[in-house]
């Protein structure tokens, strides 16, 4: 209730600090110290190379500046994020391609790796790289007739190790194994049966309570000591992530710019815009 009491105030009369950049925007309460970054990358938050770098520049300014906790979220009506921009991958050089692969590895490991308490308020669809950044958090609340999940093998693809590390830190493995193969997409239901989310919520506002709470169920904890227990837990994935982070740069360069995959890229583009115009 307290928690819930301090948000309202936040929005209306506890000073907050805000910061912007192109396609995100931070405050931070001054009474919670708590942040919220708002993905706003109309229409659908897709992720391209600049989308990447505005988020891991917010996430840092964020732990620099010893906020209490992150919440992410997104300042669209129904979609958290579709995931890597496709239109940014079609036709696109071996340069381009290698570029847009390593800012999403420096999204994740800014945000899989942080010390901070993290929770997603995930307020529409999330799949993919809208998937990978929801799992990188500790904490997940989400609308209801959404779907979360990583659906790459239903594209053709494969998601690499470091990709499925949200997966396996909140899934069992029978379920995470089966899951990934099948390339599954989660009802907001279904991931809250799997375990993959933690809460159903009714709106916007109630999600970013329910994480405003996770991340107050910390309020009593030593800072330090909380961080460096959390990252024992996930330094094996980020340990392994660093030994291939460059050979997997060129292993997606060179998939993704197979004239099979573009046609994939296409194909499903296409569709997309079909969808969308009906
Ligand atoms: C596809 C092959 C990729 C091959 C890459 C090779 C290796 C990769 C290794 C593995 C990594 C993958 C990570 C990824 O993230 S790949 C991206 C996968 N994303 C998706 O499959 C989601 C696609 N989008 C949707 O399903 C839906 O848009 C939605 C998110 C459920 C939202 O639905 P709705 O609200 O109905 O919105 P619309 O569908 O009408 O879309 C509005 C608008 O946005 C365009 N759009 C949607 N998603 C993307 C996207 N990911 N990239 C670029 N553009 C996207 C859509 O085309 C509409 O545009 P127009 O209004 O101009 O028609």
Redesign the pocket.
């Known amino acids: 209730m307290m928690h819930l009491n301090l948000l309202r105030l936040g929005a209306c009369r506890v000073p907050s600090r805000l910061m912007s950049t192109k396609s995100t925007s931070v405050e931070i309460n001054d009474k919670t110290g708590v942040a919220i970054l708002s993905m706003c990358r109309p ?2 938050n ?2 391209n190379v600049q989308f990447l770098r505005d988020l891991k520049s917010s996430i840092y300014e964020i732990e620099n500046n010893k906020s209490r906790g992150l919440i992410l979220t997104s300042a669209n009506s ?2 958290f994020s ?8 079609y036709n696109a050089d071996k340069e381009q391609l290698g570029t847009l692969w390593t800012e ?1 590895q420096n999204v994740w490991i800014a945000l899989y790796g942080s010390g901070l308490p993290t929770a997603a308020a995930i307020n ?2 999330a ?4 998937c ?1 950044l929801a799992t990188a958090c500790e904490y997940r609340a989400m609308l209801p007739n959404c ?1 979360i999940g990583l ?2 093998t239903q ?6 190790k470091w ?1 499925m590390s949200g997966y396996q830190n909140i899934l069992p493995q029978r379920l995470a194994e089966r899951a990934l193969t099948q390339g599954r997409l989660f009802t907001t239901e279904e991931a809250l049966k799997a375990g993959l989310i933690d809460e159903i919520v009714n709106s916007k506002e109630e999600a970013l309570e329910k994480c405003l709470n996770f991340i107050g169920t910390f309020a009593k904890v030593n800072p330090l000591a909380r961080s460096l227990t959390k990252l024992q837990f996930r330094a094996a994935n980020i340990k392994e992530f660093e030994k291939i982070r460059q050979k997997d740069v060129e292993d ?1 360069v060179s ?2 710019s197979r004239p099979e ?1 573009q046609k ?2 296409g194909d ?2 296409e569709n ?2 079909k ?3 009906k």
Do not use: C, R, T, W
């Open positions: 229409p659908v897709s992720q129904n979609v579709a995931g890597l921009d496709i239109l940014e991958m999403l529409g669809h799949p993919a790289g809208g990978l779907v659906n790459e594209l053709g693809i494969i998601a690499p990709l997606f998939l993704a995959v994939v890229m499903y583009l997309l815009k969808k969308s115009k």
